[in-house]
C-alpha cells in the first residue's frame, strides 16, 4: 500500500480517468479504477478505499445512486465530479453523503488540494450507513467536562471518537455535518460567518485570504439544513442552532 492509502476511481471517460489516475499516482496514492457504477461499488467493497473519486454520469447507474450504495458500508472520503452545475447536483451529492464536489474542468492541484485537505480530518470509526449503538452521555455538567467532549443543551460531540447523541441516544452525522457542529460549539455562542464554517469543513484547503465561493456557502447552508433535521430542532425554537441573517450561525442560549 501507498503512503496515503488506497483510491479508488469510477470514471467512464477513459481520458479523464486516466488523468485523476495520474493525480491521485502523483499524491502516493495506490489507485484502482472502474469504468461503471456497479463495478465501482464492488471495487470499493473489495479495496477499502481511503477516497473515492466518483463521476454523476455513469453508464449503468448514476454517480449519485453510486454514491448512496458506498454509504451503506464505507466511510471513504468521496469527491463527486460532474460537468454539470446545476445547483440540484450539489445539493444530491451532499445530501447522499458526498465531501466534496468538482466541477470539470478542473485543475489537477486543485484536486490535489482539496482531497490532502480532506485527509488531514479524522474519519469516523463506524461505517456511515451502519447500526449506531446508543451512547450515553458522561456526567460532568453539560457546559462544560472533558476538553475532548463538548456539550449544549442535551447534545454532546466526543471529539475522540467523532460520535454525537443527543440525551444518550446516538445521532449520524457526516464527517462535514460533524465538523460544522464542532466549530460551532467550540465558538461557545459566537457568530460564525459562512466563510469561516467553510473552511472549517474544508480542512484548511482555503487560507484566510481566500475568496469562498457561492456553491461553498450554499454547501454549508445544505449541512446545517442535514444537522437541523437529524437533530429534530424546532425551526420555531431552536434548541441548538440559530441562523443570524445575511451572516451566518450561532448557537441557541443554554437551557
Same mark, same amino acid.
Given at each position: 500500500?501507498?503512503?496515503?492509502g488506497?483510491a ?12 485523476? #489516475? ?5 499524491s ?5 479504477t472502474?469504468?461503471?457504477g456497479? #463495478?465501482?461499488? #464492488?471495487?470499493?467493497?473489495d479495496?477499502?478505499?481511503?477516497v ?6 455513469l453508464p ?20 463527486m465530479?460532474t ?7 450539489l445539493?444530491s451529492?451532499?445530501h447522499g453523503?458526498?465531501d466534496d ?5 478542473f ?26 449503538a446508543?451512547q450515553?452521555?458522561?456526567?460532568p455538567?453539560?457546559e462544560?467536562?472533558?476538553e ?7 447534545l ?13 441516544? =446516538?445521532v449520524e452525522?457526516?464527517?462535514s455535518e ?7 460549539l467550540?465558538?461557545e ?5 459562512r =466563510?469561516?464554517?467553510?473552511r =472549517?469543513?474544508r480542512g ?12 461553498d456557502?450554499r454547501?454549508? #447552508?445544505?449541512?446545517? =439544513? ?8 424546532d425551526?420555531?425554537?431552536? *434548541?441548538?442552532?440559530?441562523?443570524? *441573517? ?6 441557541a442560549?443554554?437551557?
Amino acid at each position: 500500500m501507498s503512503d496515503l492509502g488506497v483510491a479508488v476511481v469510477i470514471e467512464d471517460d477513459a481520458d479523464m480517468r486516466n488523468l485523476i #489516475e495520474g493525480v491521485l499516482l502523483q499524491s502516493g496514492f495506490e489507485v484502482h479504477t472502474a469504468s461503471r457504477g456497479r #463495478e465501482g461499488v #464492488e471495487l470499493v467493497r473489495d479495496t477499502s478505499p481511503d477516497v473515492v473519486t466518483l463521476d454523476v454520469g455513469l453508464p449503468d447507474i448514476d454517480g449519485f445512486e453510486v454514491l448512496r450504495r458506498i454509504r451503506r458500508f464505507s466511510n471513504a472520503y468521496i469527491v463527486m465530479l460532474t460537468g454539470r452545475t446545476e445547483e440540484t447536483d450539489l445539493l444530491s451529492a451532499l445530501h447522499g453523503g458526498a465531501d466534496d464536489y468538482i466541477t470539470k474542468p478542473f485543475r489537477p492541484r486543485e484536486m490535489r488540494a482539496r482531497i490532502a485537505a480532506m485527509m488531514r480530518r479524522q474519519r469516523p470509526q463506524t461505517p456511515v450507513g451502519a447500526p449506531t449503538a446508543p451512547q450515553l452521555e458522561p456526567s460532568p455538567p453539560e457546559e462544560g467536562g472533558s476538553e475532548s467532549v463538548l456539550r449544549h443543551n442535551g447534545l454532546a460531540l466526543d471529539c475522540r471518537s467523532r460520535t454525537a447523541s443527543v440525551s444518550g441516544t =446516538a445521532v449520524e452525522l457526516t464527517r462535514s455535518e460533524f465538523d460544522l457542529m464542532q466549530e460551532l460549539l467550540r465558538g461557545e455562542g459566537a457568530v460564525l460567518t459562512r =466563510a469561516e464554517l467553510v473552511r =472549517a469543513v474544508r480542512g484548511g484547503y482555503y487560507d484566510q485570504d481566500a475568496l469562498i465561493g457561492d456553491s461553498d456557502e450554499r454547501a454549508v #447552508e445544505v449541512h446545517i =439544513a442535514n444537522i437541523r433535521r437529524k437533530l429534530r430542532d424546532d425551526p420555531d425554537s431552536p *434548541r441548538w442552532l440559530l441562523t443570524v *441573517r445575511g451572516v451566518g450561525y450561532r448557537l441557541a442560549k443554554p437551557r
